[in-house]
């Protein structure tokens, strides 16, 4: 595993000390500073991915291309002063997702596109999610088209790869059972685990059609399947791992030399959940509303800490405008919060879905955050009131671990989530 691990990170001799490697699935700028931190202080890399609706060759929901990201992300490792050598940039679900409204060859040649731009822009981690039905097609796609149309994708990323001026070749993640981005919109008591047969039939149709499309020399960087572990979380509850449901899952890495599993949706999982799922061969590790639920944790504390020292007239009131904003724009939750007026305005702020992650870029937010950033680095935080609101930051800033400015109890909010997985994922 360690190997594999190594190859993912492009042999960096940092990842000979990690048995597993997470993965930070956000845009989020402080998010992405905290994270660097964390990969800074352990100095290890550090796996940050962009998905096919955040960024595209049209812009995403981010309004960046791919190139965009890359930029974005470098200018936060030169402020936090992480080497751009210990950075893995991924793509996750790539794939004609986006697209699933038009037929299915113009979904594929926007997937095509969508592909070739985030490996010219220096992606080496490419997650082909081709699972998804466009119009035209059966409401269930079997494994044979959905690797006939992955490997077709691989295609074009060797072909972008070979233009490219680095000399690198990125490495791919495939599979067919593929969780819902962002967790379940329903409730659930139980997720079933991939069954082992599966698992082996999805690399043995892949492995057919890499060998169709002549791109063989590719299938050694075929590194990773997606599979479900039996983790997952809907808006209010967790499935927790059970190690002992997916022992015949584990055993089929044996047969599969050269490749881990890659988990999705472990956000929430227990830190031994965490490392329960490395030792099981589980070794990419997926977090992104994790680590964003944990900064609207730490921004409402803190709005609510505002509240407490400032006259109501200069606040900057972030989670009246929050709501506000939600209510005024309600397209990336309306589908997915059900229930009457309370329960979608609990699920709006504290859903584990966490879906007011789409409105921090949102321009009258993103100044309500800056302002209340500005508003508590111009007075002192007492600490006991700190211990109301945020007690494991209290319990820092005594240590002399942190400081007390609203920016270091962020990162520190944040990086409380991401030091589990990178326990988790260390020798």
Excluded at 259 to 269: C, G, K, L, R, V
Excluded at 358 to 380: H, R
Excluded at 398 to 424: E, L
Aim: with cysteine; glycine share 6%.
């Amino acid at each position: 595993m360690h190997n594999i691990v190594a190859r993912l990170a492009g042999e960096n001799p940092a990842a000979q000390k990690m048995k597993g490697i997470y993965s930070i699935c956000s845009a989020h700028p402080w998010v992405l500073g905290a994270a660097m931190k964390q990969a800074l202080d352990d100095g290890t890399p550090l796996l940050i991915e962009s998905t096919s609706n955040q960024v595209d060759q049209f812009g995403g929901y981010t309004g960046m291309k791919p190139a965009d990201f890359v930029r974005f992300v470098h200018l936060i490792a030169d402020r936090v002063g992480l080497s751009k050598d210990r950075l893995i940039l991924g793509g996750d679900h790539l794939g004609p997702n986006a697209w699933r409204a038009l037929p299915s060859e113009e979904a594929m040649q926007r997937a095509e596109a969508l592909i070739d731009a985030y490996v010219a822009a220096g992606f080496s981690k490419i997650h082909l999610d081709t699972s998804m039905s466009c119009a035209g097609d059966p409401a269930r796609l079997s494994d044979a088209v959905v690797a006939q149309r992955a490997a077709r994708l691989c295609a074009v990323a060797e072909a972008a790869a070979e233009r490219g001026t680095k000399g690198t070749k990125p490495v791919y993640i495939i599979g067919t059972e593929v969780p819902v981005p962002g967790g379940a919109a329903e409730e659930l008591e139980t997720v079933e685990v991939t069954r082992w047969e599966a698992a082996l039939d999805t690399v043995a149709v892949h492995r057919d059609a890499w060998r169709t499309h002549g791109l063989d020399a590719s299938w050694q960087r075929v590194i990773a399947l997606v599979v479900q572990p039996g983790v997952e979380f809907d808006h209010t509850k967790v499935v927790n791992y059970k190690p002992e449901l997916a022992t015949e899952l584990s055993k089929v890495l044996a047969q599969l030399p050269g490749m881990i599993f890659e988990a999705h949706s472990t956000d929430y999982q227990k830190p031994e959940a965490l490392a329960a799922l490395v030792r099981d061969g589980f070794a990419i590790l997926k977090v992104g509303p994790g680590v964003t639920f944990a900064l609207r944790e730490a921004l409402h504390a803190l709005a609510d800490i505002e509240s407490e020292l400032m006259a109501e007239s200069g606040r900057s009131n972030l989670r009246q405008i929050v709501e506000r904003v939600m209510l005024a724009k309600p397209g990336n939750w309306e589908k997915y919060y059900h229930g009457d007026d309370r329960e979608k305005r609990l699920l709006r702020t504290y859903s584990y879905s966490d879906r007011v992650r789409y409105y921090w870029a949102d321009p009258e937010i993103e100044a309500a955050a800056q302002k209340l950033i500005s508003n508590l680095n111009g007075v002192a935080i007492p600490e006991n009131l700190l211990s109301r609101y945020l007690p494991e930051q209290y319990w820092q800033v005594r240590r002399g671990a942190i400081d007390a400015s609203p920016m270091s109890i962020v990162q520190s909010k944040v990086r409380h989530v991401i030091s589990k997985y990178a326990a988790a994922c260390m020798v």
